[in-house]
């Protein structure tokens, strides 16, 4: 390691050469320069000092290396306490590797001032969450994230994972439709006899011989009722199929979605999603079910027919089927317009569904701002930009199907004009320039329904792509390849210098904090302080950007998500009710929970009175957002929901800031009931409703700033006490909430 | 809450730190301002506020022009450094029309690549075919005008709108 050899590719000049027994210990590569322009440099670390292609520092015991990282772009700053020496830039794909740096600075420049070697550098572990990579791995098994493998163009053939269920059935349904082909194919052939040797005899003179008539025409016949049958049984048969796959399609994008993390719900609009998993998968089946036969049919049509042309006669045969390759370059050149044209329809009748979507729910807000004609407005302009695109598609669309249709009748004219050529100069019978023009007005009339295929092709396409968009969709908050299993918890939670970042948005900074079982945790802080967040990093809704989350020594990484969610019970600010009973409700995360179970549940959320006065009890209907129930009653059902799981873990975020003083107040002192035996982390605006907490967790800006219990904090006069005594001013100047003030007094006694 | 913009007088400076240091019309010092437009996107020089290090407002300035020459240049130095929204001129290529796609791109501020991971990771900005492009990792693009870029971009662009 002493030479430069280790640095990355066309980087081994970069550098100054080093002194005499000086080690290369880090290096960075930045892909910014000091104007904030897209540049490569170099900025090494040895174990005497900072170094770049230019200049260099002294690794001195006032050294200081910081980072800070805004708007997506990452600073690494040097200082020696009094003056700032450097300042280097790169974009956040590259911070981990600056964090490492950082790091490995601060050991350099620690062991220096210690005169004590520097600590051996632990076992490879992963740059971003620092958990230790196995050594057969070359990337840390949690963080590796496929960011980019875009799905394959070939979507449609990727839907056979849904059709090899039933391939059986679509065997049997190809066969069928080869036979039914086949049968259609008759009739023309029987035309030919039927000229040549009977009416054309009979024109020269001949008398008809009726038994041969009759042979053929009870040919012609059975032919057509062959067809019919066969043409129903692959039908019916095929279309089956196709609805079990249509079915299949949309239950696993479904639950695939599901599984996505917060960060894809919090990044899709509604409309959009519905729009996705109602019609597109829709689209797909009919296509399966209509146009995926028809075009195998036409195929296997087409093949055929031309068999049989050949067979009959070789020359006239290939003037029949000239304009076939223009008509297949046609279809090529048309094909990616389409496509492009059609994944654009597609998103713009998301966007129509997304205003949709985004009034209905809001609707109370929209009419009390009296916002009717704009919103209105919203969806003509959404609906125009629909019918723009729309239009523009079918300028070539249109012009697309016409085209077919006159080359075919070009096709047509072609073929009398070398066929009755070829009957003058006696090369064929009548008989069979009519069956030819009979094949071929069926062979044609396929291939304008086949050109027809590229648009429904095309539309299945790209809704396809748009389904596998959702399914090749891996959720950030993976569950690991081998979970561990998880111990019996005790509720112990361990959060290890925990990063977390929102986009570009750095929200968590660093949070250090050991909860002990049973305990109860209060979170405070100002809003948008970040406390939320932490508890979304807790419940696992998202992952942690640097640092680690263990309950009894497992990270959070590393077990299954849902097999850990189990223990967690969860309170939000705005509880949701879902379309149903009220019991049902209640029993959301235990659906087999017994009544009595259910029914204490609410008694310990003081739910059960006002439940009862409901016209049913607990049988009445609640309205999708619980319409008919006050905020403090929705929230105490979701408070019963959370608790009759039993969770070992209990989290309240601003669970009661929605209700009144009163309700609070019943809510309290339920409170006393709930926390014992489980670890319970609640956040609560109002600090009275923290006052059973064990120890009060301050945080300011993504930082923990104090923890302590109340008596503690007050006294320290810092971040808590300013809180309080902001709380206490505002009550005292608030002489309705009397009621609160008592509580405040309460506390503080 | 709304408290009345704070417009009085008041001097910046900068420290050995890098930092730039207020003092307002109280005459208290505070180290670590930085300014940040208010509509960063649809009228980036009409109000720019000066945040303390505690993300408290310090001062609102509706316009640059209002100040002194030495406030000024400090203000739009901190505002350079701060601000990284590097502005496609060409597209040059895309590794594939589904996404996630990794994009070549030539910018104001030197070529480089982006990666979409979504096609609703593209903004519609207010202005005419002004778009704005989160990348995968964090940055932001711009479009100023995407009528005004050649064909070819808009050619590749057209098929992610
Ligand atoms: N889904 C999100 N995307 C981006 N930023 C978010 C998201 N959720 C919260 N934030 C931001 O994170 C910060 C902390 O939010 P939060 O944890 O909810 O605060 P609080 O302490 O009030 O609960 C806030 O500044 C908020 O704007
Ligand atoms: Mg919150």
Known sequence: MTATDTLPEGW??????????????????????????????????????????????????????????????????????????????????????????????????????SGLPPPAPVAASCPICQLPIPADEEDCPNCARELHTPPSTWTLLRLWRFAQPYKGMLLAGFLLTLAATAATLVPPYLTMPLMDEVLIPYQNGKPIDTTKVAWLLSGLLGAAVFAWALGWARTYILALVSERIGADLRTATYEHLLKLSLEYFGGKRTGDLLARIGTETDRINVFLSLHLLDFATDILMITMTAVILFTINPWLALVTLIP??????????????????????????????????????GIRVVKAFAQEAREAQRFREANKHNLEVNDRLNRVWSLFAPTVGLLTEIGVLVVWIFGIWLIAHDRITVGVLTAFLAYISRFYMRLDSMSRIVSTTQKAAAGAKRIFDILDHVSSVPDPVKPVALPPLKGGIKIENVHFRYGNRAILRGIDLDIQPGEMIGLVGHSGSGKSTLVNLICRFYDVSEGGIRVEGVDLRSVAVADYRKHIGLVLQEPFLFFGTIAENIAYGKPDATRAEIVAAARAAHAHEFILRQPYGYDSLVGERGQSLSGGERQRISIARALLIDPKILILDEATSAVDTETEYEIQSALNNLIRGRTTIAIAHRLSTLRRADRLVVMDRGRIVEIGNHDELMAREDHYYRLYMAQSKQLDELPALGMEAGMENEVVA | ????????????????????????????????????????????????????????ELQWIDSLDSLPENERHLITEALAQHEFMPI??????????????????????????????????????????????????????????????????????????
């Open chain 1, 12 to 113: 081994q000049t970069a550098l100054p050469p080093l002194n005499a027994g000086e080690i290369l210990l880090a290096w960075l590569e930045l892909d910014l320069d000091a104007n904030l322009n897209f540049r490569t440099s170099l900025v090494a670390l040895t174990n005497q000092r900072i170094l770049t292609a230019t200049e260099s520092w002294p690794l001195t015991a006032t050294a200081h290396l910081h980072h800070v990282d805004h708007a997506g772009v990452g600073m690494l700053e040097l200082d020696d306490g009094e003056k700032l020496l450097a300042r280097w830039r790169y974009t956040l794909g590259r911070n981990p590797a600056a964090l490492q740096f950082e790091r490995e600075f601060n050991r350099q420049r620690d062991s220096q001032a």
């Open chain 2, 1 to 56: 809450m709304s408290r009345a913009p704070i417009t009085g007088s008041f001097s910046l400076t900068r420290n050995l730190m890098g930092q730039l240091v207020f003092v307002g019309a109280d005459g208290t010092a505070h180290e670590g301002v930085t300014p940040v437009r208010a509509f960063a996107l649809t009228a980036p020089d009409a109000g720019i506020s000066l945040m303390s290090s505690e993300s408290k």
């Open chain 1, 324 to 361: 076939l390759p223009i008509i297949g370059w046609l279809i090529h050149m048309v094909r990616d317009k389409l496509r492009t044209g059609f994944e654009q329809i597609d998103r713009v009748w998301a966007e129509v569904t997304s205003v949709l979507a985004d009034t209905i729910p």
């Open chain 2, 88 to 161: 496609i001129r060409r597209i040059l290529s895309v590794s594939s029309f589904a996404t996630p796609s990794t994009w070549q791109v030539e910018t104001d501020r030197g070529a480089t690549a982006l990666i979409l991971k979504s096609e609703d990771d593209i903004r519609r900005l207010k202005s005419p075919g002004g778009l704005l492009i989160a990348d995968g990792n964090g940055l932001h693009f711009m479009i100023r005008d995407r009528r005004d870029l050649d064909a070819h971009s808009q050619r590749i662009l057209k098929r992610f709108l």
